[in-house]
T-cell receptor, first 112, second 118 residues
Framework: GESVGLHLPTLSVQEGDNSIINCAYSNSASDYFIWYKQESGKGPQFIIDIRSNMDKRQGQRVTVLLNKTVKHLSLQIAATQPGDSAVYFC???????????FGAGTRLFVKA | EPEVTQTPSHQVTQMGQEVILRCVPISNHLYFYWYRQILGQKVEFLVSFYNNEISEKSEIFDDQFSVERPDGSNFTLKIRSTKLEDSAMYFCASLPSPRPTGVKGEQYFGPGTRLTVT
């Protein structure tokens, strides 16, 4: 069956350090991947996305890496700030459909 | 900045009762979604809606669930006979349109409605 999961449920980093959040997916048909940030009491917020014909995409302070060979996705946050503290979800979809499958989430703690 | 809004923020209902959760998507968006999130768990897709019909639904979205876009602004999720296990946060999301290449763009999520079934 299809599943998207995360390697670590909790990640704690020092302010200013870089954070890396990992995700594994199992559906080979997925060709579109998204990272969301969810702060307490709020809905998920889009961070960055990547299509399967790419292996890297950069945004503002964030980079997503996609390794299709091992079905692995990662989110890198540069110079992590206290405001980055949240739960991060990876999600997968495919361009021919509408369903988005979310992973289990990783809680990021940023220590001042 | 335009936002997706949801009402109520918290709904308490008794088992077996019907509930309607309401969403106002961003006005020029074309695709609409409902998700749920049981406390402490991952976000689960329920249904997507486009061109006034369901485009895809999950196995969670059984006959007890229905969606409707009764006018040009609201998008509702109805649960006909609530069960204890329906207690969750329900998120509405909307999307303007796929990118020209057909890739889904970013979905905009509302703040959610917390449904508590007692």
């Amino acid at each position: 069956g299809e599943s998207v999961g995360l390697h670590l449920p909790t990640l704690s980093v020092q302010e200013g350090d870089n954070s890396i959040i990992n995700c594994a997916y199992s559906n080979s048909a997925s060709d579109y991947f998204i990272w969301y940030k969810q702060e307490s009491g709020k809905g998920p917020q889009f961070i960055i996305d990547i299509r399967s014909n790419m292996d890297k995409r950069q945004g503002q302070r964030v980079t997503v890496l996609l390794n299709k060979t091992v079905k692995h996705l990662s989110l890198q946050i540069a110079a992590t700030q206290p405001g980055d503290s949240a739960v991060y979800f990876c999600a997968e979809s495919h361009t021919g459909g509408f369903k988005t499958i979310f992973g289990a989430g990783t809680r990021l703690f940023v220590k001042a | 900045e335009p936002e997706v809004t949801q009402t109520p923020s918290h709904q308490v209902t008794q088992m077996g009762q019907e509930v309607i959760l309401r969403c106002v998507p961003i006005s020029n968006h074309l695709y609409f979604y409902w998700y749920r999130q049981i406390l402490g768990q991952k976000v689960e897709f329920l249904v997507s809606f486009y061109n006034n019909e369901i485009s895809e639904k999950s196995e969670i979205f059984d006959d007890q669930f229905s969606v409707e876009r009764p006018d040009g602004s609201n998008f509702t999720l109805k649960i006909r006979s609530t069960k204890l296990e329906d207690s969750a946060m329900y998120f509405c999301a909307s999307l303007p349109s796929p990118r020209p290449t057909g890739v889904k763009g970013e979905q905009y999520f509302g703040p959610g409605t917390r449904l508590t079934v007692t």
